[in-house]
């Protein structure tokens, strides 16, 4: 039935489903693993990193995580050259917030303003939805400290805590049973690790296959985004027991 209304994002198939909508969340559940959580006293992002070749050579800067203004930061699922494009998009929207009030643009507003953008492909006829879903960590005067997750077809919510990417629904349902919420940001990382590390195809965690970054505020009240050294993520590895130290180098 889905072969005579799959090959355009413009119309709905009897059953009142988009397919090419579909099929891009479908894309994104190839992608490395991305696991958002919220804590009391700020924002845990934490990635997978797919490493497809030992010859690759390995980026200095981050693959999953990226900032989008001094108090909002994203985690990535899917397509990277699509979420260039989106980034760029809310940087640009950010700024002009900043430019015209004078001060930073609320968090929800910037996922919407981005959403609105994601939804446009869904409705216009020769164009494909961004195979790309969101993890976005966020702090306002308004709301405190925000986790919003948004996916192809526009839509998007606040979470506590959410997985985007591979192995999502098993990661979902360990953060389900294992978040509480006065959760500290030092136990967010440790839950984020042991979920990862459960759901994550490979065998062991190691400082190359993970990013984590952290959205937090400073003693001054400044909104600090932190990504966390391959040195620093190896020695919380080792001291939460998720991987073994690295003693097998012989």
Known sequence: MSRRYDSRTTIFSPEGRLY??????????????????????GVVLVGEKKVTSKLLQTSTSTEKM?????????????????ANILINTARVQAQRYTYAYQEPMPVEQLVQSLCDTKQGYTQFGGLRPFGVSFLFAGWDKNFGFQL????????????????IGANNQAAQSMLKQDYKDDISREEAVLLALKVLSKTMDSTSLTSEKLELAEVFLLPSGKVKYQVCSPDSLSKLLVKFGVTQPAAEAS
């Open 20 to 41: 090419q909508v579909e099929y891009a969340m479908e894309a994104i559940g190839n992608a490395g693993t991305a696991i958002g959580i919220l804590s009391k006293d």
């Open 66 to 82: 990226y900032k989008v203004d001094d108090h909002v930061a994203c985690a990535v699922a899917g397509i990277m050259s699509d």
């Open 148 to 163: 919003y997750m948004s996916d192809p077809s526009g839509n998007y919510a606040g979470w506590k805590a959410a997985a």
